[in-house]
């Protein structure tokens, strides 16, 4: 160890690792902080975020939410849906259709259900049903719910509020995210993205 520091370009090297660990840590802890429930009022209408999919349907991490999403709307059935999520390049449908087919046959009544299917990342996923809310005459002012992964919050907030002005008026609710494996990379991907989201999403 006496050594390393003695060799001036390991002792900026270990400082750079050292320093990059912090800012990791730092950003772990803003993504952590948002992980959480928070609904003010009566939102409504309610966003759910897209998510993987597979031939046979909704990837684990999707149906946590979207079974966060049933459990809520069946307490509360006059709020509005959207499911936004595009169609990625290794899937074989839309995310949002998958979310809709999800949702009719989990007892979501379809005329409830706008589906926006453009998006492809987490800053169109608030323009595009931001712009679907606008056509349908819905009010962010009125309050908005959006619901995804519990990781997934911070970001969500942050974006929705740069997109639409209207952040004092977002809920959201946090889907449990109980498989073990995805839950570990995206704590790993998300302090990451949230910075990335930072610079680029404007």
């Not at 987490?122 to 519990?150: E, F, K, R, W």
Request: glycine share 8%; proline share 4%; hydrophobic share 40%.
């Amino acid at each position: 160890m006496r050594k390393i520091w003695q060799n001036r370009w390991l002792r900026v090297l270990c400082i750079l690792i050292l320093a990059g660990a912090m800012c990791y840590t730092v950003l772990l802890g803003v993504v952590l902080s948002g992980e959480y429930d928070q609904v003010e009022g009566q939102p409504q209408t309610m966003i759910v975020l897209g998510c993987q999919v597979h031939p046979w349907g909704p990837s684990i991490l999707l149906r946590d939410r979207l079974d966060t999403a049933v459990d809520y709307l069946a307490q509360h059935p006059d709020m509005t849906v959207i499911v936004s999520g595009g169609k990625g390049d290794d899937e074989h449908a839309s995310e949002a259709s998958v979310m809709r087919d999800y949702l009719v046959s989990s007892g979501v009544p379809g005329e409830r259900i706008l589906v926006e299917d453009v998006s492809r990342n987490t800053y169109q996923n608030m323009i595009y049903s931001q712009q679907m809310m606008q056509q349908q005459g819905l009010d962010p002012a009125d309050g908005v719910l959006v619901v995804s992964s519990g990781f997934h919050l911070t970001r969500a907030r942050m974006l929705w509020d740069r997109v639409t002005g209207q952040g004092k008026n977002l809920s959201t609710l946090a889907a449990p995210s109980t498989h073990a494996p995805s839950r570990l990379w995206m704590y790993i991907r998300e302090p990451l993205a949230l910075v990335k989201s930072f610079i680029v999403d404007r």
